[in-house]
């Protein structure tokens, strides 16, 4: 039972990335999953939340980064993505997949905005 993210990098402000989270060994279509991020120096805090099949696959995403970053699913692949777009040096940190209801963590990636 793992997660595991990539897709992290330097970019400059204004530049997007899309971020991937490869899960396997649960059922992952019916388990709501999603991404948090944490900066240096500040709490780990939620980005974006995505329902499972049971729940139609609906989003929410924090308010800093609405319109901005748009979470998805590919259950075929079980894959979970965030593709974040208009990216700020605060959206600096190291960027986590998450399985709420078992309690599982990826190992994160870094991201860094900068010019």
């Known amino acids: 039972v793992q997660l595991v993210e990539s897709g992290g990098g330097l970019v400059q402000p204004g530049g997007s990335l899309r971020l991937s989270c490869a899960a396997s060994?649960?059922?992952?279509?019916?388990?709501?999953m999603r991404w948090y991020r944490q900066a240096p120096g500040k709490e780990r805090e939620l980005v974006a939340h995505?329902?499972?099949?049971?729940?139609?696959?609906?989003?929410n995403y924090a308010d800093s980064v609405k319109g901005r970053f748009t979470i998805s699913r590919d259950n075929a692949k079980n894959t979970l993505y965030l593709q974040m777009n208009s990216l700020k040096p605060e959206d600096t940190a190291v960027y986590y997949c998450?399985?709420?209801?078992?309690?599982?963590w990826g190992q994160g990636t870094q991201v860094s905005v900068s010019s």
């Open positions: 995505i329902s499972g099949v049971f729940g139609g696959g609906s989003t």
């Open positions: 998450n399985a709420p209801r078992i309690s599982l």
């Open positions: 060994g649960f059922t992952f279509s019916t388990y709501d």
